[in-house]
């Protein structure tokens, strides 16, 4: 807040984190649909198992999860940003 002169008070944007909640939305929406049920059993296996991989705001998803990876935003496809003076998000350096 002290870098770029901002009160306690006042917001900070993320829209990455809004894309990622969108995708991650869709892709829950979808695992609910397969799994044919909102039981968190079935939902949890229909997620680690999603049959249609998802083009999403972020990434493509194919596939977002497996029984042994539950992050479906890997090191791989991960930068650091900034916010430049106009407020654009811009690679850090």
Not at 53 to 80: K, M, Q, W
Request: net charge positive; glycine share 8%; hydrophobic share 40%.
């Amino acid at each position: 807040r002290a870098r770029y002169g901002l009160s306690a008070t006042d917001p900070i944007p993320t829209p990455v984190g809004t894309a990622q909640a969108y995708d991650l939305t869709q892709l829950l929406a979808a695992a609910v649909r397969q799994a044919g049920d909102s039981d968190s059993g079935a939902v949890r296996a229909a997620l680690e198992a999603l049959k249609k991989p998802y083009r999403g705001i972020i990434r493509n998803y194919a596939p977002p999860f497996s029984a042994d990876r539950h992050d479906a935003l890997g090191p791989e496809i991960l930068h650091l940003a900034r916010y430049d003076n106009y407020g654009r998000i811009v690679e850090a350096r």
